[in-house]
């Protein structure tokens, strides 16, 4: 069935560091890619999404681009800032939609002043 | 836009207790989700609804879970009786017919002793 893998966490990084969280998916098919992020007591919430091959999802400075050679769907930002601490999670669904999501196990990221 | 609402927040039992958990969906939305989020684990789909009807039930324990969805709005998630691996955070999500993005409500935390 289909699967997401997350890097495991927790990260922690310094103010303005470079932040990349890698997400690999085992799936039939051309899933739908996202990514989540639930900050604390919150419930989770759309980061950015790709539907098709080499499409980058974008949002808040984050970024992620659907590779299909690699069945990666890394999340990036270029300078982290406090209020991005929070749990991020990789999510796919079926192709085209956002119905049946498969998550990943979440990472947490802290990020310190 | 009211976004998805979840009551109550927090709930603490004991084993064998019964619970119950209810849903608003976002107005208008005809997909509605029910997921368990584990602590340190990605949220894993319990139950889907499309309007009143149940689309995907096959992850529920249905032997002590349930869940209805009388008119197509509001929904209700019950567990009898509880065990203590239940203990999690009971997230409710819903979608609108193009289903794109989930929306999820701020979760019900469970804790069963």
């Known amino acids: 069935g289909d699967s997401v893998t997350q890097m495991e966490g927790p990260v922690t990084l310094s103010e303005e560091a470079f932040l990349t969280i890698n997400c690999t998916y085992t799936?039939?098919?051309?899933?739908?890619l996202f990514w989540y992020v639930q900050y604390p007591g919150e419930g989770l919430q759309l980061l950015l999404k790709?539907?098709?091959?080499?499409d980058k999802g974008s949002n808040k400075g984050f970024e992620a681009t659907y590779r299909k050679e690699t069945t990666s769907f890394h999340l990036e930002k270029g300078s982290v800032q406090v209020s991005d601490s929070a749990v991020y999670f990789c999510?796919?669904?079926?192709?085209?939609?956002?119905?049946?999501?498969?998550f990943g196990s979440g990472t947490q990221l802290t990020v310190l002043p | 836009e009211a976004g998805v609402a979840q009551s109550p927040r927090y709930k603490i039992i004991e084993k064998r207790q019964s619970v119950a958990f209810w849903c608003n969906p976002i107005?208008?939305?005809?997909?509605l989700y029910w997921y368990q989020q584990i602590l340190g684990q990605g949220p894993k789909l319990l139950i889907q609804?499309?309007?009143?009807?149940?689309?995907?039930d096959s992850q529920l324990p249905k032997d002590r879970f349930s869940a209805e969805r009388l008119k197509g709005v509001d929904s209700t998630l019950k567990i009898q009786p509880a065990k203590l691996e239940d203990s999690a955070v009971y997230l409710c999500?819903?979608?609108?017919?193009?289903?794109?993005?989930?929306?999820f409500g701020p979760g019900t935390r469970l804790t069963v002793l």
């Open positions: 999500a819903s979608s609108s017919t193009s289903g794109d993005t989930q929306y």
């Open positions: 799936a039939t098919g051309y899933p739908s």
């Open positions: 790709a539907t098709k091959a080499d």
């Open positions: 999510a796919l669904g079926p192709s085209g939609s956002a119905r049946q999501l498969t």
């Open positions: 107005s208008g939305h005809a997909t």
């Open positions: 609804f499309q309007n009143n009807g149940v689309v995907d």
